[in-house]
């Protein structure tokens, strides 16, 4: 079945540790996108590709960065995780910008 | 800038009693209305996309039907396995780095007893 995996399912580290979320898809979507959702709010965007295109929201901290080394995989890297960055982190993909987004079933970060 | 407010924040029924959640938008031109089921601890999974007022899609006893400012997923003789929480999204027309945004809604937590 196509998909949107996502690894690892949970994510413990160290304040000021840097940690790495991986993301692959099989549906061979031009479009991800990484969002981050916290306890009991609403999913939040980050950033998202276009192919090749990266797009920030204005509002994303620095210490969040992505790469998409191809068109399969997109990884979000955390460079300094705050207490304050534990959180659900969700995949998703589609078609085109305008296309419904399929989520993957997110990594769980904890920050000790 | 847009916004999506849900209502109610929390929904509890009785097996089989039907009742409608409300997804309220402002948003600088609709490309497009979604709504997402999601379960504790998973990423949601799309139901429908609505694009324009007067539209209306189904899914087994899921309805859910879009106004200028609103939407309402219609639950129909539920079962407990609906329950779950019920996400809205908006996404604006094209234009600048931030089309297929989505803009989420804080979720309707659903709970069908048996």
């Known amino acids: 079945d196509a998909m949107v995996i996502q690894n690892p399912r949970y994510q413990v580290t160290q304040f000021g540790k840097p940690v790495t979320l991986s993301c692959s898809q099989t549906?061979?979507?031009?479009?991800m996108y990484w969002y981050q959702q916290k306890s009991s709010q609403a999913p939040k965007l980050l950033f998202h590709?276009?192919?090749?295109?990266?797009?920030n929201e204005a509002d994303t901290p620095d210490n969040f960065q992505s790469r998409r080394p191809n068109t399969s995989f997109c990884f979000l890297d955390i460079r300094s995780p705050g207490l304050g960055d534990a959180a659900m982190y969700l995949c998703?993909?589609?078609?085109?910008?305008?296309?419904?987004?399929?989520f993957g079933p997110g990594t769980r970060l904890t920050v000790t | 800038e847009d916004q999506v407010t849900q209502s109610p924040e929390a929904l509890r029924l009785q097996e089989g009693e039907s009742s409608s959640l409300n997804c309220s938008y402002t948003v600088s031109g609709l490309r497009g209305l979604f709504w997402y089921r999601q379960d504790p601890g998973k990423g949601p999974e799309f139901l429908f996309t609505l694009y324009s007022a007067g539209e209306e899609k189904e899914k087994e006893r899921l309805k859910a039907t879009l106004t200028k400012k609103e939407s309402f997923l219609h639950i129909t003789a539920p079962k407990p396995e609906d329950s779950a929480t019920y996400l809205c999204a908006v996404q604006a027309r094209a234009g600048g780095t931030s089309y297929g945004k989505l803009t989420f809604g804080q979720g309707t937590i659903l709970t069908v007893h048996p």
């Open positions: 998703a993909t589609s078609r085109t910008q305008d296309r419904p987004q399929y």
């Open positions: 549906l061979n979507h031009n479009v």
């Open positions: 590709y276009y192919d090749k295109d990266f797009n």
